[in-house]
């Protein structure tokens, strides 16, 4: 029986992750532990290439691994034949350490560090995508000094108000990431890779934020992106190759998201492009998107057992679970809602508006306010899902408290992925003073 999008029930009525009991995860593994339901972001993979596939473009979908960096995901995703993106010298390490082709890589970063740079020439990625004059700078440099070539693409912010938090909204004129259209910064920087005869540029790049529900803002970026394309044609004798579109398509947290399906996103955008290229008779650009989040979100869910209780009638009821802020900083960073399952008993009877709290020294360790759940006792197993992106890429050991077991779920089986720091890990990087 299918309870919500991202959790199931079994015949003993607990909730299921990939055909396993999670109540069965929870004591294999311990908690917290997040466990991720495969078949659910290879479903989410094959509904974008579908789009692609129906619509006859050419095109490239690169996972943004931050969403969710681990070997486990770069080995599926290079599987499926995806390519990914990285923002750091660590993401870079670890998808080749996981298998990625370099030539399916894409370096993002608003200040991409030397180092990071000589690396990603140095494994022969596949191509930088530009965001500062000093990149240029840096990259020059590094390919100078390797005899090397890299392939680039310019990030530019499109002026797009993304309806989103405002922290991760990023197509806005404001924006610390890509070069600004409107005051020519961003032809100022096409101009000099063009001159840079060890810089070939394939396109350029626009993402105008994260957990966007409006198709609207997408379609509205690709036009302005494929008007930019025409007018760059005719002032600089340019021809766009990729078109990059970035990622952020929203996922369900709660019932008051109201998703549209992956396939219909990546249509619009596709409808958008092909209309606008064919009216200024432009050839039609090889689209790549970048979705991050729409493929590990809904995957995941993370399972907490339930300690302390704190009732004061009439004002307030705290469930305190042995998780919190350290592996989904989420709520307190962008106010995000989750709702919240007892595992044994997901379909009880609602008894209660409880918030469920974290074991972390700060008031604001919420994980989710005002949800109802039916009676709950020490021991239960709470189930939180959706938390498959920026969880435990964002996690922390604050309070010294280390972070949670990964698991993979399909069809039945579970394997861990990644295990559990314990407390030795997170004191190995210190040395003391004795
Ligand atoms: C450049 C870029 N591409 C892709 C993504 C992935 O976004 P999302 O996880 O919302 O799909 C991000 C994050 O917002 C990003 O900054
Ligand atoms: N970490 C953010 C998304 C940031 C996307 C990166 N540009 C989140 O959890 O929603």
Redesign the pocket.
Known sequence: MKLTDAVEVNQAGHLMIGGVDTLKLAQKYGTPVIAYDVSKIKKQIADFKKAFIEAEVPYKISY?S??FSSLAMYELVAQAGLGCDVVSGGELYAALKGGMPPEDIEFHGNNKLPEEIEMGVEAQIGCFVIDNFQEIKFLDRALRRKHAKANVVLRVTPGIEAET?K??S?GQSNSKFGFDVQSGQAKKALESILKNPRMNIEGLHC?I???IFQAKGFVMAAEKMVDLMKKWHDELGFDTKVLNLGGGFGIHYTKDDQMIPTEDFAKDIIAAVKSRAKKYNLKMPEIWIEP??SLAGEAGTTLYTVGSRKDVEGVCHFIAVDGGMGDNI?PA??Q?KYEAYLAERPNALNEQIVTVVGKYCESGDVLVRDCLLPNTHPGDILAIPDTG??GYT?ASNYNRNPRPAVVFCENGSSRLVVRRETFEDMLSCELGLT
């Open positions: 943004a931050k969403a938090h922290y991760i990023t993402h934020g994260s957990q991050g989040r989420r960073l962008y995000a992106a920026y964002m």
